[in-house]
């Protein structure tokens, strides 16, 4: 045999071979955190805006335009509360198809996550909205207590084009920590790592997939960490459980592109799109068939991509008008009128009129002795003016109830500590930030340059106090007296009144701050409201007709000497030059 007819033949067999392989591309979508943006317009700011599930819609369907049926979209959670989409869809008008499954049926969705605050709906929300979509409902770690199994479905097989691909969901654990029992009673949530070892030996030995692609609704790191969960598992996962290829995760609003190795020293890639549908997760499987079926995966590739300013999809926003105009409708209704404007801006640099308004009338409604409260959300504000059922999103975004619990002044003091520890700096002359910041957590959007979580920073009223931010953490806090000029007795016990979230463990303040152990919380709740705070805040609005909120100056930061000039530096450095 020549060399020349050698070499053709060698060629000409290589070119057989690579004709009888066959190269597939598929394209996996994440959303996660839609907290309600379904439409390109915020109910609550009553306004027009970027991101939204209408904008997603249009590049989800160039992808398909692209990869045809080699798309798979995966929602990945928290989608059932947020906007007062969900809040007239789950509660005003329940009778119809959630509106939260009806858009993840017209996008065509392949599988859906529960996430805490779709648990925190309520059994009768979230069992319905599970019957009514399309695509199966993940959470392999959701234990039904009465079966041992997993409430919904644990994981599901995709096959594309011969790539078999495993979808493994996993939903943080913490659950019990911020939300009452009968929220998700029959229910327990295990510990993901250990779940995700013995769901993915499952999967490999009866499915024998290609592929293996985690869903968590739970952070990267960081979040509540006790002797039995960690809030955030997803970093040690991916690094301590071998057989993710990628994992598509959420729950803490941060974006995030990582690869991290496994035991085996394999990659795993890690994504999170962050919140409110401004931007989504896509990864893509590059794979090779041969001509016997034998499936080789070449290599993944990952990124977020930014749909903040995507066209809208005139065709999704058509199919949802009548939605739009009756939740429109709805958060339109003028329930009364402020005499002034308040800001939770104001609530991080002392007794403000946002976080006393919703103390005052917690106080009032209940006739507690002493209210805890914190700025729900970073920058909003509550125009002078009419008022409407809008605004009322601003004060409280999710459903929590009202609780008052009895707690005595040294756990009020402790809880109050443990507040100030995560909110201010240990100031060690006039020149020191009296915040306590971090400039990596500016992206985050429940940080903002803060430290720690911002929605943990609580205040008090009913009593008045000093928070001396030149002392050690645990020294802060310095109770006067009770409000109406009474002795506070650290010893006597008080009615205090919160939110559900807070009251079951939310933040951890009761727990870690006050020494109380989460197995007493229960019983130490006095009342519990039948509504969510959200109603009750506006009934009172309502009545009043005309409200003038101001501060009630029960407290402040010293020594003014220092704390003065630092709070102005520290609002500018947070928020700039502002025109108000």
């Known amino acids: 045999m020549t060399r020349k007819f050698a070499f053709c033949l060698v060629t000409a067999c290589s070119i057989i071979q690579l004709m009888a392989q066959k190269t597939i591309e598929i394209k996996v979508i994440e959303t996660s955190d839609v907290h309600g943006c379904f439409f390109p317009y915020d109910f609550i700011e009553r306004k027009d805006i970027q991101g939204s599930l209408s904008r997603a819609c249009t590049y989800i369907k160039h ?83 009465s079966t041992g199994n997993p409430y919904v479905t644990p994981y599901i097989i995709l096959n594309k084009q011969g790539i078999r691909i495993a979808i493994l969901g996993m939903l943080t654990p913490a659950i019990p920590n911020w939300l009452n029992e009968t929220i998700w009673s029959g229910l327990r949530f295990e510990n993901i790592r250990e779940s995700s070892g013995h769901w993915i030996k499952i999967i490999r030995e009866q499915e024998k997939p290609d592929v293996i692609i985690g869903l968590f609704h739970s952070g990267w790191h960081g979040g509540i960490s006790t002797t039995h969960y960690n809030e955030d598992e997803t970093e040690l996962t991916a690094m301590e459980v071998e057989g993710f290829d990628l994992i598509f995760f959420g729950h803490d609003h941060t974006e995030h592109h990582s690869i991290v190795k496994n035991p085996k020293g394999k990659d795993v890639i890690c994504l999170n799109p962050s919140c409110y549908a401004m931007k989504i997760a896509e990864a893509t499987i590059k794979a090779v068939i041969d001509k016997d079926g034998r499936v080789t995966i070449e290599n993944f590739t990952g990124c977020i991509t930014d749909i903040s300013n995507e066209s809208i999809d005139e065709d999704f926003v058509r199919h ?99 507040s100030f520890d995560l909110w201010v700096n240990t100031m060690k002359d006039e020149k020191d930030h009296i915040m306590l910041l971090n400039n990596n957590s500016k992206p985050d959007a429940q940080r903002f340059g803060f430290k720690n979580l911002t929605f943990n920073f609580d205040s008090a009223a009913g009593i008045t106090y ?40 939310g933040g951890e303040l009761l727990t870690k701050g006050s020494g109380i152990s ?23 609005i309502e009545k009043a007709k005309t409200v003038t909120p101001k501060a009630n100056n029960n407290w402040r930061f010293v020594p003014e000497k220092w704390t003065t000039a630092a709070l102005k530096r520290d609002r500018h450095l947070i928020f700039g030059i502002e025109t108000k």
């Open 63 to 145: 992808i398909r335009q692209k990869y045809g049926d080699n798309v798979i979209l995966l929602e990945n959670g928290d989608i059932l509360q947020g906007q007062p989409t969900c809040y007239y869809s789950n509660y005003i008008n329940p009778e119809t198809e959630n509106l939260a499954a009806r858009v993840i049926n017209y996008m065509g969705y392949n599988a859906a996550l529960l996430g805490n605050h779709d648990i925190e709906t309520g059994h009768a929300v979230y069992d319905k909205w599970i019957r009514e979509m399309n695509c199966p409902t993940l959470g392999a770690n959701i234990i039904d207590n």
């Open 320 to 418: 949802f008008q009548p939605d739009i105009d009756k939740v429109k409708s709805y958060v339109d209704r003028k329930i009364g009128h402020f005499n002034r404007t308040i800001s939770t801006r104001d609530c991080f640099f002392g007794s403000a009129p946002f976080t006393d308004f919703i103390h005052n009338l917690q106080l009032k409604i209940t006739g507690a002795d002493i209210s805890f409260n914190a700025p729900l959300s970073f920058d909003s504000s509550i125009e002078e003016g009419d008022v409407y059922v809008s605004d009322m999103f601003k004060l409280y975004r999710y459903e929590n109830q009202i609780y008052i619990l009895k707690m005595t002044g040294k756990e009020i003091r402790d809880y109050l500590e443990m």
């Open 466 to 505: 000093e928070v001396d931010v030149s002392k050690p953490d645990g020294e802060k806090v310095r109770i006067l007296s009770l409000s109406d000029g009474r002795h506070f007795d650290e010893k006597k016990w008080y009615k205090v009144v919160m939110n559900s979230y807070r009251g079951n463990g």
């Open 518 to 540: 989460k197995d007493s919380l229960s019983s130490r709740i006095l009342y519990q409201s039948e509504r969510d705070q959200r109603w009750y805040l506006m009934n009172e």
